[in-house]
């Protein structure tokens, strides 16, 4: 492993650092490929956020919601009935198809970002009963028996998932997310941060992509994933390298998020924060960099993810290395 030295900044600041804020400075530096400074990497997630919540705030009034914070007024929209499915077969399967509906408009728009690249035909699914029944958490399938491959949605708790959160889901695990990066890169370990940081910035890229230029409700729900990803970096390095409690971190997350955007309660997702430093954090800033990385010029993004992706997966170093060459 790299020296905890060269891990954290260089200067006077990183030899007084204490040891455990060195160690987590190695661990968030191991998962994200490069050097991390970890004080750095929360006020660039701090900064993110604001912007997240000023966007987030205009697209709330737009609907009528003006008092309280952004996190509050989310979860006024998250209980209105018009946008919640029935907890019914009908309902279920009117979310299935609502989110390949996104899914297929998308299409189209793809080969502005990825020119030539093949995207695989996939689609979402119901999961089938057994399933259901054994609890299972929503999965990816590969291509096989001449089927497309798929993403098996956990729509279990269908109340808590209100309509307008579920087109980031379908652009985060099917494309031009991991459904999408899979086929292209089959040796991507789920463990590397990079396996994750893709589909989390293939949310962003979707919306840049116009997906929700007719829809401000489906880009609140964008942006609550978004809120949510940023949230986790926040936390993860709050409570490894500037001496958060636990409950200060699900503090901070639930007022960034507002209710639990993944199918995992806030609380669960900060124990799984402080049994493995660094993995979360290294994820959403490989996201984040992924996005400053991305030319301007929209005629150069199928180069560049061509490079990001077709060449197989790396730490960010490597793949920041990539992005140069292609420039």
Known sequence: MTTRRTLLATG????????????????????????VDPPAAHRRALAATRAAQARADVLLRGQGLVAGGVAERLRVLAKDPRWLYADDEAGRDRAVAEMNGRLAALRPRLPAAFGDLPVAAAEVRRMPPADVAAGRGGYREAPRDGRAPAYYVDLRAIRARPAWTLPSTAFHEVTPGHLLQLPLQAQAAPTLAYFEAWAIYAEQLARDLGAYADDPRGELGYLQWRLFRLGRIVADTGL??????????????????????AFITIE????????????????????????????????????????????????????????RMTR
């Open 12 to 35: 006077l600041g990183a030899l007084a650092a204490p040891a455990w804020t060195a160690d987590y400075a190695a661990a968030l530096s191991q998962a994200y490929g490069a050097p």
């Open 240 to 261: 490894h390298a500037l001496g958060w409690s636990r409950e200060r971190a699900i503090a901070a997350m639930a007022g960034l998020q507002g209710f639990p955007a």
């Open 268 to 323: 669960a997702d900060a124990d799984r924060i402080v049994a493995q430093p660094g993995k979360v954090a290294a994820e959403g800033l490989g996201a984040l960099a992924l996005a400053d990385w991305r030319p301007k010029a929209t005629a150069r993004w199928p180069a560049y993810h061509r490079a990001i992706l077709a060449e197989g997966p790396a730490g960010f170093g490597e793949l920041e290395r990539r992005v």
